[in-house]
């Protein structure tokens, strides 16, 4: 295959998919495959607005989900609430790291996918290496310029 993502047919290729483990997740990253099982899960927010008669709901969740290595905050919005029950375990496609006030979250936006897993997960999760716990703090970094 060829580094443009076609294949020598000239159809686009779709690449495997590697997954990693929540101990590997990094702030600001995105494109992560885990398979993970939920522990808990809390509405956050459930706020309702009336766009032109029609009245749509936001809701949030905070799913805390976690493998063998660790567990991390999950942000579940709207129709993902009802995939992300205690208990269940989910193949999160194309998931990405947000940031909310210096800790990381895990979320699926509109590019990415849940999936439920009807087999539940054989592991044991490790609960006491909260990545949501870990606070980071943005350094912005100055390059001095060389002198001669």
């Known amino acids: 295959m060829a580094s443009n993502g076609l294949r020598s047919d000239g ?19 995105n494109g992560h495959t885990l398979i993970v099982k939920i522990t808990t899960s809390n509405n956050v927010l459930q706020k309702g607005r009336s766009v032109s008669q029609h009245l749509r709901q936001t809701r949030i969740s905070e799913c805390l989900v976690g493998d063998e ?20 375990t989910v193949i999160l496609r194309n998931a990405r790291i947000d940031m909310f006030k210096g800790s990381m979250r895990l979320a699926v936006d509109k590019w990415g996918r849940i999936e439920q897993v009807t087999e539940p997960a ?18 912005d970094v100055v390059e001095e310029e060389e002198e001669e």
């Open 122 to 139: 054989t592991f044991s999760i490790k609960e006491d290496n909260n990545l949501s716990l870990i606070e980071f703090e943005l350094v």
């Open 69 to 88: 290595t660790g567990t991390i905050l999950f942000t579940a919005r709207n129709d993902q609430i009802e995939l992300m029950k205690a208990g269940a």
């Open 11 to 29: 159809k686009l290729g779709l690449r495997k998919p590697v997954f990693v483990k929540v101990d590997d997740l990094k702030p600001c990253t």
